[in-house]
Structures are given as structure tokens and as C-alpha cells.
């Protein structure tokens, strides 16, 4: 079993090469402290829809260093999607070991019992100009290698999807997840949520 802090020492031994339909090449490669500025330049270059679908604490320098600070410190793990020519960021896989109580209650009201033994919680984001290419269909295997690695055997949305994020939806149901329950956020959105148990 691989430890964050493993990750962490050596993230060269969890590199992927993604290759798009279109045939465009990328790398999948765990986040490292010397991605900040490449991080706040994918941030910023989201559109207000992405940011509404996936939303970070913020978009610029500040928030890319956090991301880059909390490696090995916490519970996450990031995995960024590269241009391997120029380095720029098309992509962040975010994967998490906590589930929160919230996650428990809404997940145990639909008869699933979640632990942190088995479950982790993945959120993926993609940049505009890569999204509906493939991408994160060819570069999920990899991510779910990387979730048994970590020792879990389960995926559960992170803050679940937004029920009018029917792309993410489409994505997430073609590579096998399935709808578990859903829920009205404080703003009185609806959100779904969706696990998928991995072979
Ligand atoms: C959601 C997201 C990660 C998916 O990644 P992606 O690389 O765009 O997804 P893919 O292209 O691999 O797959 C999307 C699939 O959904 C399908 N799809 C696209 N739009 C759809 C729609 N409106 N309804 C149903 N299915 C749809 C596509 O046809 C595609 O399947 P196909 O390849 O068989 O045609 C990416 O689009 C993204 O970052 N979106 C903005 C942020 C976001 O929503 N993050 C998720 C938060 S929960």
C-alpha cells in the first residue's frame, strides 16, 4: 500500500501518459510543490461554468500554493494533467482518504455504509479547452489504480454533482459509477450523489 507521504518522495513512480482521441499527449503525475504557478494559471483560466461545477476556495496564486502546501499534509492527493511540451496544466484529479460525517449521513440515508477503510472521495476538473475530448475517460483507469494503491476500494463524488452537470454526470456513469441518492445544498441546488465500486 502507498502512503501520501510515499507519493510525496517519489511522484515520478505515479506518471501516466494519457493520449486523446484527437491526438493530443498528456501526462498524469501527482501534484508537486513546484507546480504553483503552472496550478493559478489553470485555475484562472477557468470559465465561471466551470468554476460553478467545480468549485475551489479560490482562482489565482494564493489558492495554487495551498494546493501545493497541503501535499503530504493532510488527506489529499492531486493528480494534475500536463502538456508534457510546455508543462501547462489541463487538468487536476483530486482524490481524498476523509469522508466527512455529511458524507456518512446523506450515504447511510441511502443504505451504504461508508469508512474510511474503503472509501475515498475523488473530484475531477478539467480546463475548458479540454473538456468533452476524452480526457478524463482515458486518464480515470490510471486514477483508480492510484485509489488501490491507496489502499481504498470504493469512489465516492466529492460534495456530490450538480444534477444540471450533465456532462459530468454522462462522464461519470460511462466509467461505471451509479446514482446512490440526492440532495438540496444551502442555496437549494440539487446535487447527486454517486459511488462506484472498483473491480
Ligand atoms: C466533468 C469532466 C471532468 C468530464 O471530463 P471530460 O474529459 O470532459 O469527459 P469525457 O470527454 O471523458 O467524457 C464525457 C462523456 O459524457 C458525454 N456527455 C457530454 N455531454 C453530455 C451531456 N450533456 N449529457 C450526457 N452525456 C454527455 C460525452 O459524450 C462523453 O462520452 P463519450 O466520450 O462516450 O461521447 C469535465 O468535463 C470537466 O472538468 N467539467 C467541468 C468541471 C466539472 O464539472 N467537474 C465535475 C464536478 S462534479
Known sequence: MLTLTQIAEEPHVLTYRVHLRDGANLVLRPLTHADAESLAGFLGGLSSRSRRFSTFDGYDLATARQLCEAIARYD?????????????IVGLFELSLAITPEDMARYRAAGVHLTEATDCRFGPTLADAYQNRGAATRAFPFVAEVVRLLGRSRLILWGGV?????????????VGFRHVGSF????????????????
Open 184 to 199: 438540496t445544498g444551502q442555496d437549494g441546488t440539487r446535487s447527486l450523489d454517486m459511488m462506484l465500486d472498483l473491480p
Open 76 to 88: 489529499k492527493l492531486r493528480l494534475v494533467l500536463q502538456k508534457p511540451s510546455s508543462g501547462v
Open 162 to 174: 450538480l444534477a444540471d452537470n450533465t456532462r459530468a454526470i454522462g462522464f461519470y456513469e460511462k
